[in-house]
């Protein structure tokens, strides 16, 4: 079975620039979810997925971030200006329907480094 | 905010049992325990979850309180692959939940 699929794997861009990351998650999973870990500490989730529908966004900065998953499948999460402290790296994880019994499955995640 | 207490390292001798402590004193009758673990530069990988009974896959055990209000992930023969961070993680049973990371128990596995 294939996994959560990112790209890029690294990323290294200036302040102020925009970024984009992609994410592939297993065949028919409807729950998606991005997440942000900071060097030293756990992830932390910015936004959840249900399909094309957003569950979770609250810790989404969305004066510089945001994210969509257009078809249900595929998602993108952007940045844009990105700031020192988006260094970073990205995960993106999936499950089949997102309750509480399943568990989650997470790709390699995208490392942002931002100067 | 995380709901989980847990030491932020531990070694282990290869080949002996590595015996990991998780405190969740306040989780309700519908929460899970989970159990992930970070290997450098890879992403979370699942482990091992229970409601209240103990359990055991390829992986490893886990043992639950009989008050749920702690529990230990057992890995019976560390590896020195087994060196990693390992996230325990209370998780509400029904809707749609995310799961929410403390700062984990950071084990090192050694020779």
């Known amino acids: 079975e294939a996994g959560v699929a990112q790209s890029p794997r690294y990323k290294i861009i200036e302040k102020r620039q925009s970024v984009a990351f992609w994410c592939n998650p297993i065949?028919?999973?409807?729950?998606l979810y991005w997440y942000q870990q900071i060097l030293g500490q756990g992830p932390k989730l910015l936004i959840q997925?249900?399909?094309?529908?957003?569950?979770?966004d609250s810790q989404l900065p969305k004066d510089r971030f945001s994210a969509e998953r257009l078809k249900g499948v595929d998602s993108t999460l952007k940045i844009q200006p990105a700031k020192l402290e988006d260094s970073a790296v990205y995960l993106c994880?999936?499950?089949?329907?997102?309750?509480?019994?399943?568990?989650?499955?997470f790709g390699s995640g995208t490392q942002l480094s931002v100067l | 905010d995380a709901k989980t207490t847990q030491p932020p390292s531990m070694d282990c001798a290869e080949g002996r049992a590595a015996n990991l402590p998780c405190n969740h004193s306040?989780?309700?009758?519908?929460?899970?325990v989970y159990w992930y673990r970070q290997i450098h530069s890879q992403g979370p990988q699942y482990i091992i979850h229970?409601?209240?009974n103990n359990e055991t896959n390829e992986m490893a055990s886990l043992i639950i309180t009989e008050d749920r209000k702690s529990s230990t992930l057992i890995l019976p023969h560390a590896t020195l692959r087994d060196t990693a961070v390992y996230y325990c993680?209370?998780?509400?049973?029904?809707?749609?939940?995310?799961?929410?990371f403390g700062k984990g128990t950071r084990l090192s596995v050694i020779a």
């Open positions: 993680i209370v998780r509400v049973a029904s809707g749609n939940t995310p799961l929410v």
């Open positions: 306040t989780i309700s009758g519908n929460e899970y």
């Open positions: 229970g409601l209240k």
């Open positions: 994880a999936s499950s089949t329907t997102g309750t509480g019994n399943e568990k989650l499955f």
């Open positions: 997925f249900q399909n094309n529908g957003v569950v979770d």
């Open positions: 065949s028919g999973h409807a729950t």
